[in-house]
């Protein structure tokens, strides 16, 4: 049950026109609801969610005696996506910046600890769905077998290319 509160502003002042009752009923029960983890390397400073949102913490900045301290608010980041289509965030820790792809730090923070050589794959072959329900971790080879059955990959048009 939620209540809306209707607004209307005249000369500066508020008046509250009317408040009504909604009721708000979740006919799909599949819906997850949104958790967050620290990111490996950046506790504190950044976390990731298990629906692939990355969102930078509260914190104090600034160089003792060089640049006085600002505090930059907790909030949920932008992605830049990449030429081949990935999210991915640039992350900021002791004056270096890198950039990390979402499904990286997704699978990273929900998914099994070893995926060193291992590829993650997006299910729905949409590369800005970043929900650790879509990703699977899989050889580089199941990866391309998987965008070959599903019609993303064609062999024979890279060999044309190729041939050319």
Not at 21 to 36: R, V
Not at 91 to 114: M, P, Q, T
């Amino acid at each position: 049950m939620y209540t809306m509160i209707v607004y209307k502003i005249e000369f500066g002042t508020i008046l509250a026109l009317y408040t009504k009752q909604l009721t708000y009923t979740n006919k799909n029960t599949n819906i997850m609801k949104e958790l967050y983890r620290d990111i490996e390397g950046y506790e504190g400073l950044y976390q990731v969610s298990n629906l692939g949102n990355v969102k930078s913490l509260s914190r104090q900045t600034g160089i003792k005696g060089i640049r006085p301290s600002r505090l930059i608010r907790e909030r949920v980041l932008k992605p830049n996506t990449s030429v081949k289509g990935y999210h991915r965030a640039f992350l900021r820790k002791d004056g270096n910046v890198s950039y990390i792809y979402y499904h990286r730090l997704v699978f990273g923070a929900f998914g099994e600890s070893c995926m060193i050589g291992l590829d993650i794959n997006h299910k729905d072959l949409d590369k800005s769905n970043n929900s650790i329900v879509n990703l699977e971790a899989v050889t580089h080879a199941e990866n391309m077998a998987h965008a070959r059955a599903l019609g993303v990959w064609d062999v024979n048009k890279i060999v044309k290319k190729q041939t050319k």
